[in-house]
């Protein structure tokens, strides 16, 4: 009766159009309400969520993402990109593809590379000849990778549900499934530009150029080398990281770059902490809702379910795929990490799955949850950023999703694209 409760209030509420992390304090409060225990043990694990040391990493990135955004980071990512792939068939796809990889080892977050460099990347797209919809499309396709490559903030929750893992361990792990996402990409990029004669009007830049574009990109693209070189080393915890990046992220931003003024602290401070306090709210509400399924037997339940099963693991990771591409069309990746990772993660580890080989496929899994339509969060913003309609970028989205999916299964059999990096450097 708690479990039919639980899920039935979850489902009705988010159909409404509740927010998500809303939709879950109900539903747990309802479930509690039904079992005949006092709702203050809600409000006690929703508080109890939140006290985590490696918790306060999460508003300090948010922060340093802002102050790297503010600057000249999006223009500066965008010509160093260009001059590598921009003059190749279907050049402006490719650098696309390119600079929001390497802005998401900045932002750790899909939202803000698509809304931030993503829609002026799909303007100069438009601009150039390509459909408008393609290049919402791919611009949404390559997000994904945002909270796959460290830092992420995805990851660092990750490692607070499941203890076998770090963030360390995982933002290592992500580096290669990230960089494969992107050599895929730019496959299906070129295949289409080819099919649709997408050229190029971008010249090569000459050697002086190239220094140029490079020394005025390293001050960016040093930050994730010093986020993951200090937490390496042990110089720094990824909780001291985050704010070692916030320091370095304001002087890039004022004194090297020049073009973070001081008028605009107040804006950057102020949607860092509306960021913060959403993710952190879903933090909270999950922890709750977590609660309440370990009170209603629901990890135990499913392990006991499978475990009959007699699963091998392969058999097992096929099928939690499956599940998260499923579950994962309706519920965001945070939430989902929250929800499934204390059921799925030890029913993995009993098989005798390497823990991040596992985070990692569920990490991308339901980051792939935000393009597959009908939901899709990243589709959304893609379509309000370009003005295209939702149809017409589901429309061109298809191979390039099938391509990720195609990328999931071969992370999927081959462990060492997760687990060879980390274990490589001791992780």
């Given at each position: 009766?708690?479990?039919?409760?639980?899920?039935?209030?979850?489902?009705?509420?988010?159909?409404?159009?509740?927010?998500?992390?809303?939709?879950?304090?109900?539903?747990?409060?309802?479930?509690?309400?039904?079992?005949?225990?006092?709702?203050?043990?809600?409000?006690?694990?929703?508080?109890?969520?939140?006290?985590?040391?490696?918790?306060?990493?999460?508003?300090?990135?948010?922060?340093?993402?802002?102050?790297?955004?503010?600057?000249?980071?999006?223009?500066?990512?965008?010509?160093?990109?260009?001059?590598?792939?921009?003059?190749?068939?279907?050049?402006?796809?490719?650098t696309n593809i390119l600079t929001l990889t390497f802005f998401s080892g900045i932002s750790g977050s899909a939202m803000a590379d698509a809304a931030g460099p993503g829609s002026m990347l799909i303007k100069?797209?438009?601009?150039?000849?390509?459909?408008?919809?393609?290049?919402?499309?791919?611009?949404?396709?390559?997000?994904?990778?945002?909270?796959?490559?460290?830092?992420?903030?995805?990851?660092?929750?990750?490692?607070?549900?499941?203890?076998?893992?770090?963030?360390?361990?995982?933002?290592?792990?992500?580096?290669?499934?990230?960089?494969?996402?992107?050599?895929?990409?730019?496959?299906?990029?070129?295949?289409?530009?080819?099919?649709?004669?997408?050229?190029?009007?971008?010249?090569?830049?000459?050697?002086?150029?190239?220094?140029?574009?490079?020394?005025?990109?390293?001050?960016?693209?040093?930050?994730?080398?010093?986020?993951?070189?200090?937490?390496?080393?042990?110089?720094?915890?990824?909780?001291?990281?985050?704010?070692?990046?916030?320091?370095?992220?304001?002087?890039?931003?004022?004194?090297?770059?020049?073009?973070?003024?001081?008028?605009?602290?107040?804006?950057?401070?102020?949607?860092?902490?509306?960021?913060?306090?959403?993710?952190?709210?879903?933090?909270?509400?999950?922890?709750?809702?977590?609660?309440?399924?370990?009170?209603?037997?629901?990890?135990?339940?499913?392990?006991?379910?499978?475990?009959?099963?007699?699963?091998?693991?392969?058999?097992?990771?096929?099928?939690?795929?499956?599940?998260?591409?499923?579950?994962?069309?309706?519920?965001?990746?945070?939430?989902?990490?929250?929800?499934?990772?204390?059921?799925?993660?030890?029913?993995?580890?009993?098989?005798?799955?390497?823990?991040?080989?596992?985070?990692?496929?569920?990490?991308?899994?339901?980051?792939?949850?935000?393009?597959?339509?009908?939901?899709?969060?990243?589709?959304?913003?893609?379509?309000?950023?370009?003005?295209?309609?939702?149809?017409?970028?589901?429309?061109?989205?298809?191979?390039?999703?099938?391509?990720?999916i195609g990328i999931l299964a071969i992370l999927t059999v081959f462990p060492a694209c997760s687990i060879w990096l980390p274990h490589f450097m001791g992780r």
């Amino acid at each position: 009766m708690t479990t039919a409760v639980l899920f039935g209030a979850l489902i009705l509420f988010m159909a409404l159009g509740v927010p998500i992390a809303i939709s879950m304090g109900i539903a747990a409060m309802a479930a509690i309400a039904v079992k005949g225990l006092p709702l203050i043990g809600v409000m006690q694990k929703m508080f109890g969520g939140l006290d985590s040391f490696p918790l306060m990493a999460v508003p300090f990135f948010i922060l340093a993402a802002e102050l790297m955004s503010g600057g000249a980071l999006t223009e500066v990512l965008l010509r160093f990109a260009a001059q590598f792939v921009g003059h190749l068939r279907g050049g402006l796809g490719h650098t696309n593809i390119l600079t929001l990889t390497f802005f998401s080892g900045i932002s750790g977050s899909a939202m803000a590379d698509a809304a931030g460099p993503g829609s002026m990347l799909i303007k100069m797209m438009r601009d150039s000849g390509y459909h408008v919809a393609y290049a919402a499309a791919l611009t949404a396709s390559i997000a994904v990778v945002g909270p796959i490559i460290p830092p992420s903030i995805l990851m660092i929750i990750y490692a607070l549900e499941d203890p076998g893992v770090s963030v360390i361990g995982l933002y290592w792990a992500g580096l290669i499934p990230g960089v494969m996402i992107a050599a895929g990409l730019a496959v299906v990029n070129h295949v289409i530009s080819i099919r649709r004669n997408y050229r190029s009007d971008m010249r090569a830049p000459g050697i002086g150029e190239m220094l140029r574009n490079t020394r005025r990109a390293l001050p960016a693209l040093a930050l994730p080398a010093i986020i993951l070189g200090g937490i390496q080393s042990g110089a720094f915890t990824p909780t001291e990281a985050s704010v070692v990046a916030v320091f370095y992220a304001l002087i890039a931003g004022r004194w090297i770059y020049g073009t973070l003024t001081w008028d605009k602290l107040p804006g950057m401070l102020l949607r860092s902490a509306m960021l913060t306090a959403s993710v952190l709210l879903i933090v909270s509400v999950s922890n709750a809702f977590a609660w309440v399924l370990t009170i209603a037997q629901v990890p135990q339940t499913v392990a006991q379910y499978v475990a009959s099963l007699d699963l091998s693991p392969l058999t097992f990771l096929f099928a939690v795929n499956v599940l998260l591409l499923a579950f994962g069309i309706f519920i965001e990746p945070l939430p989902g990490v929250m929800i499934l990772v204390p059921i799925l993660a030890p029913m993995a580890a009993a098989l005798g799955i390497d823990p991040l080989h596992f985070a990692i496929i569920v990490i991308v899994n339901l980051t792939l949850g935000m393009i597959t339509p009908p939901v899709g969060g990243l589709l959304v913003v893609v379509s309000i950023v370009s003005r295209t309609p939702l149809s017409g970028v589901v429309r061109e989205l298809w191979p390039l999703m099938w391509t990720e999916i195609g990328i999931l299964a071969i992370l999927t059999v081959f462990p060492a694209c997760s687990i060879w990096l980390p274990h490589f450097m001791g992780r």
